[in-house]
């Protein structure tokens, strides 16, 4: 199971919808809202929907996860069976991983984490990563590794330096400040 992000768009596909699923009303924070990451939004109705739908934030209207716009990810991972959210970076093209608190570990289950090793090898030649987040804390999700940054601040960037070994490219992640990125 692969994916091209340059394919990827950003209305539901053919199929999908959210039905009972609300977990990005949960995992992702609302900035009009002043809703935090992990928390349910005060306007969420879990299982049920948004008790503002006709005047929820543009922010709201228009997202939509990955499990709703694409074809090939099957009902197992549908965010409210996998407890977590999936999108794409629209810039860096890195697969998010948005976890819900409640459930911190589910991305390790099978089948998610073998699938997360395949997309994070697949995704090294076009130095493209896979990362969870857990709130804001974040681990990479490599090949040989997984690592764990800590909480990432506004202030924060992940680097990821490339090595040429006899076993191949190897990836070393550090968390840095942005300034010294810029
Ligand atoms: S996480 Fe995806 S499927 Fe679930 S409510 Fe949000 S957009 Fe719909
Ligand atoms: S306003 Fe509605 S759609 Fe937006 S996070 Fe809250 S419950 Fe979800």
Known sequence: MSYDPALLVSDP??????????????????????????QWCKHCAPGRGCGIHETRPQHCRSFHCMWMTTDFLGPEWKPEKSKFVLTVDPASKNLL????????????????????????????PEHRHVIVFNGKAATVVLP??????GVLGPD?????????????VLIDVRKVKATAVS
């Open 13 to 38: 596909v053919a199929g999908r919808s959210c039905g009972t699923c609300t977990l990005c009303c949960k995992v992702f924070d609302v900035p009009s809202l002043d809703k935090p990451a992990g």
């Open 156 to 168: 924060d960037r992940i680097t990821f330096q490339r090595r040429d070994t006899m076993h191949g």
């Open 97 to 124: 991983v948005q976890v819900d608190p409640g459930q911190p570990g589910a991305w390790k289950a099978t089948p998610y984490y073998a699938q997360f090793k395949r997309w994070a090898e697949a995704a090294v």
């Open 144 to 149: 040989d590794k997984d690592v764990a940054l």
